[in-house]
């Protein structure tokens, strides 16, 4: 008993930054635990009894009597990443968890179980979650998480590990399914820290600290795919419409200015037109397109329509205007349409009841009949 606590004193002269982080880890969930609970369920009520005491001197007897060769079976050493929790005659020794460095037990009598206390990694397998809206996806994460409390880690649960990774699949299924398709794939860190957050409530009585959560990877039906895709297409068309009709709003109210300047110096079209021949000429094209304004060729055909009435005779304009004041007053007689030249068709000979079968000669003879009367 005395060496193990001597090597204590020892061990804590010279401490590592990693020993000093993960013992100030250790003392803040001790802390906390003394916090919640009075008592320590870990520790033992009572104390060791006559049989212990006895077996734990023999022990000590024997180490004693066997030197050099006993401390083969007594010094123990464990690296600065682990930590060492020893059990004396199934009853946990306080002072918690040994190491990092050269600790001594007593054979026959203590059994001690490493602890790695570095990070690790676990990733979540794919799970199959109905969200809130009814999509079924299929989401996979990754958890970081370490031991803070070696001593919890080995006294309160059987499997930390196995434990802490179960609970991140529950966990990860049960927050994914209070939220829609459209959360899960936008607000990914308030994913995470709610899974962080309800991950250290359920493994801190175990001594596990999780240190990160990230969603990895979210899969949704090929179908659903498809329609998130023509839906996407569909809204960026619209907006590709409505940034096209405001272009257009904003290019006609351009040339509207535009052609107010243009009115109020009629040298500017002139101008307008020299650029255009420019930039026709600078392409290497041998067509040029000469603009005629439509107002002049109207001036044009007003001016010749003038020209020849002026070039008419007063008689011959006289009559002129007779004759046009008889058309509006005697308009012209539609002619009457000649008569068809196509003779109808004669209607179908009535059979008589009874006499189903006709001779020629009395067919012959009714058309005569059926002409004579046409004529």
């Not at 499997?159 to 991140?168: E, H, I, V």
Request: proline share 7%; glycine share 4%; net charge negative.
């Amino acid at each position: 008993m005395t060496l193990l606590l001597s090597d204590k004193e020892c061990s804590e002269g010279s401490l590592t930054p990693l020993t000093q982080a993960l013992e100030s880890e250790d003392l803040k969930m001790g802390s906390q635990k003394n916090n919640n609970n009075s008592q320590d369920p870990i520790a033992c009520e009572e104390g060791p009894g006559v049989c212990s005491m006895a077996l734990t001197i023999f022990s000590l007897f024997l180490i004693t009597v066997t030197l050099p060769m006993s401390l083969f079976f007594v010094v123990k050493v464990v690296q600065e990443y682990e930590r060492a929790v020893i059990f004396r005659l199934g009853r946990l020794l306080t002072g918690g968890a040994r190491g990092p460095g050269v600790f001594f037990v007593i054979p026959c009598v203590d059994v001690y179980e490493k602890i790695d206390m570095r990070s690790q990694t676990f990733e979540i397998p794919p799970q199959e979650i109905l969200t809130k809206d009814s999509v079924t996806v299929f989401v996979n994460a990754i958890m970081y998480y370490k031991v803070a409390n070696a001593t919890n880690a080995v006294a309160n649960v059987d499997d930390f590990s196995g434990s802490a990774r179960l609970l991140a699949a529950t966990t990860l299924r049960n927050v994914l399914g209070t939220l829609t398709l459209g959360d899960i794939l936008c607000q990914r860190e308030a994913i995470a820290k709610d899974m962080k957050t309800t991950l250290d409530e359920g493994t801190q009585p175990w001594g596990v600290m999780v240190e990160r959560v990230e969603v990895k990877d979210v899969r949704v039906p090929e179908q659903l795919q498809r329609a998130m895709a023509a839906e996407a297409e569909a809204a960026r068309n619209a907006r590709a419409k409505v940034i096209a009709a405001e272009g257009e709003y904003n290019s006609s109210r351009a040339l509207r200015q535009a052609a107010e300047v243009i009115m109020d110096s009629p040298a500017a079209l002139q101008l307008r037109y020299l650029q255009t021949l420019n930039s026709i000429s600078a392409e290497n094209n041998s067509t040029i397109i000469f603009p005629v304004p439509i107002d002049i060729m109207s001036n044009f055909m007003q001016c010749k329509q003038n020209q020849s009435e002026n070039q008419m005779n007063p008689e011959q304009y006289h009559q002129f205007q007779q004759f046009q004041q008889y058309q509006q007053q005697h308009p012209p007689i539609q002619p009457i349409p000649p008569p068809p030249t196509t003779k109808p068709k004669p209607p179908p000979a009535k059979t008589m009841p009874g006499s189903e079968e006709c001779s020629v000669k009395q067919l012959i003879g009714q058309e005569k009949n059926l002409m004579t009367s046409i004529n």
